[in-house]
C-alpha cells in the first residue's frame, strides 16, 4: 500500500513552454502533497505544500506563477512549470501524506524534465 | 535554518564490508529523523525513521543511532551486497512538518 505514482516520469520540451507533471496517491487519500525539486549531486529541496481545496503554501525563494500549483482533489496534485527554460531542467519529486497524519510522507518515484 | 550534511559524498567498498555512513544536522530541536534510499533516477523509500526521543532504530541489516545533543546519526549497514548500491539520503525534521535533507551519500559495493 501507500502508492505515489508520478506522471510523466521523463519530459523533454521546448523553451518558452509550459508542463504538467501529475502527482497522484493510488491507494490512500493525501490531505497534504508537497513538491520537491533535486538538482544533480545536490539534496532534495522543498518547493511547495499543497493542500486538498486550498492554495499552495511556497518556500523562499520558489515563484509562485512561474510553479503552478493545484491540489483539485484527495489523490491528484499537478505541478505546471510555466514558461520553462533550461535552468529549470531537474528531477521533481512529489510525496503524500495520507489523512491529517503529515508526519508520514510516500514518495513518487520523479519527473525528469529537460528544458532545450 | 537547519543544515543537514553528509559525509562522505561518496563511498565504494567490497562486497561483505560494512557501511558505516554520516549525517550531522545543525538544529538539534528536532521531531525525528530519517534514512531514505534512492535508486539513479528514482524516487526514495524510507529505510528507518529514528524520533528524536529514541537513540537508535533497527531493521534487518541497517541500524541507525541518533545522538541529538550532538546533532549527529550514523546509518550503519552490515555486510553489505551489491544490491546495496544506491544513494542514501538523511532527512530531519523539525517540530514542523517540513524535511531537511542532506545532499547524500552515493554508495557502490564491488562484487
Known amino acids: 500500500g501507500a502508492v505515489v505514482s508520478q506522471h510523466p516520469s521523463r519530459v523533454i520540451c521546448k523553451s518558452g513552454t509550459s508542463v504538467k507533471i501529475e502527482c497522484r496517491s493510488l491507494?490512500?487519500?493525501?490531505?497534504?502533497m508537497f513538491w520537491y525539486r533535486q538538482f544533480p549531486k545536490q539534496s532534495l529541496m522543498l518547493m511547495a505544500t499543497?493542500?486538498?481545496?486550498?492554495?499552495?503554501?511556497?518556500e523562499q525563494g520558489v515563484e509562485k506563477d512561474k510553479f503552478l500549483i493545484n491540489h483539485a482533489s484527495l489523490t491528484l496534485s499537478t505541478l505546471t512549470v510555466t514558461s520553462a527554460h533550461p535552468e529549470d531542467s531537474s528531477f521533481y519529486i512529489c510525496?503524500?501524506?495520507?489523512?491529517?497524519?503529515?508526519?508520514?510522507?510516500?514518495f513518487g518515484p520523479g519527473t525528469r524534465l529537460l528544458v532545450l | 535554518k537547519q543544515e543537514v550534511t553528509q559525509i562522505p559524498a561518496a563511498l565504494s567498498v567490497p562486497e561483505g564490508e560494512n557501511l558505516v555512513l554520516n549525517c550531522s544536522f545543525t538544529?538539534?530541536?528536532?521531531?525525528?529523523l530519517q534514512w531514505f534510499r534512492q535508486d539513479p533516477g528514482k524516487g526514495l523509500t524510507s529505510l528507518l525513521l529514528i524520533q528524536s526521543s529514541q537513540r537508535e532504530q533497527t531493521s534487518g541489516r541497517l541500524n541507525a543511532s541518533l545522538d541529538k545533543s550532538s546533532g549527529r546519526s550514523t546509518l550503519y549497514i552490515a555486510a553489505s551486497q551489491p544490491g546495496d548500491s544506491a544513494t542514501y539520503l538523511c532527512a530531519v525534521r523539525p517540530n514542523d512538518y517540513k524535511l531537511s535533507f542532506g545532499a547524500g551519500t552515493t554508495v557502490t559495493v564491488r562484487a
Open positions: 510525496s503524500a501524506s495520507p489523512g491529517l497524519n503529515v508526519e508520514t510522507q510516500y
Open positions: 491507494d490512500f487519500q493525501a490531505t497534504t
Open positions: 538544529d538539534s530541536a528536532i521531531y525525528n
Open positions: 499543497s493542500n486538498e481545496g486550498s492554495k499552495a503554501t511556497y
